[in-house]
Nanobody, 127 residues
Framework: QVQVVESGGGLVQAGGSLRLSCTAS????????MGWFRQAPGKEREGVSCINISGGATYYADSVKGRFAISRDNAKNTLYLQMNDLKPEDTAMYSCAAGRYAYCTGSWSSVWMYNYWGQGTQVTVSS
């Protein structure tokens, strides 16, 4: 049974930083690209970032470029999202997902590109 579990969310002031983690089990972690998504109340789920199986290629939403960094440790079956210079508009439930393929493609921000999802971890940024 595949399990995807996020952690690291919390309440932070604008300009602060958080590091999210996501651990996946029940699958061969380094066979799949991994992604981070977020959903704010009343808004659609938004693709934040994607990383391919080796970590050699990463993709970001324009809204987080230069502030967020995705990485993975295949030996630990863990995905990370370092979030710096956080803004109130970053407030959302953040979820990670295991992709259907080894590489992020042009459709990396589409939910249908991912097979397995975690429950999410809440990030709240106060102004």
């Amino acid at each position: 049974q595949v399990q995807v579990v996020e952690s690291g969310g919390g309440l932070v002031q604008a300009g602060g930083s958080l590091r999210l983690s996501c651990t996946a089990s029940g699958l061969t972690f380094d066979d799949y690209a991994m992604g981070w998504f977020r959903q704010a109340p009343g808004k659609e789920r938004e693709g934040v970032s994607c990383i391919n199986i080796s970590g050699g290629a990463t993709y970001y939403a324009d809204s987080v470029k230069g502030r967020f960094a995705i990485s993975r440790d295949n030996a630990k079956n863990t995905l990370y999202l370092q979030m710096n210079d956080l803004k109130p508009e970053d407030t959302a439930m953040y979820s990670c997902a295991a992709g259907r393929y080894a590489y992020c493609t042009g459709s990396w921000s589409s939910v249908w590109m991912y097979n397995y999802w975690g429950q999410g971890t809440q990030v709240t940024v106060s102004s």
